[in-house]
């Protein structure tokens, strides 16, 4: 059975800080997770991704704003958002990468407005 929970989502202004969490559960070794976001009207698009070896990618447009970062031992990824800005706002979706599946979470709303 495969379980990926979102928590931290909200409504903040801009220039605040919010840190979504990822659970995942899952009984298949992981090697990368993600966050992916979808605003209305858009695709959903890559916002950064951590490797099992610890490699990070993020979308440029986060760059120097959002962090990713991962706990193995309790299977939970983090993404750290600072200075966010109006066009951060969408729904964020947890990835969970194995050998055999690509797994998502039911997402969290992530709203920024003044």
């Known amino acids: 059975q495969v379980r990926l929970v979102e928590s931290g989502g909200g409504l903040v202004q801009p220039g605040d800080s919010l840190r979504l969490s990822c659970e995942v559960s899952i009984m298949e070794y992981i090697y990368e997770y993600g966050w992916y976001r979808q605003a209305p009207g858009n695709q959903r698009e890559v916002v950064a991704t951590?490797?099992?070896?610890?490699?990070?990618n993020s979308a440029d447009s986060v760059k120097g704003r959002f962090t990713i970062s991962r706990d193995n031992a309790k299977n939970t990824v983090f993404l750290q958002m600072n200075s966010l800005k109006p066009e951060d706002t969408a729904v964020y979706y947890c990835n969970a990468r194995t050998f055999a599946h690509t797994c998502w979470g039911q997402g969290t709303q992530v709203t920024v407005s003044s």
């Open positions: 951590i490797s099992n070896t610890g490699a990070i």
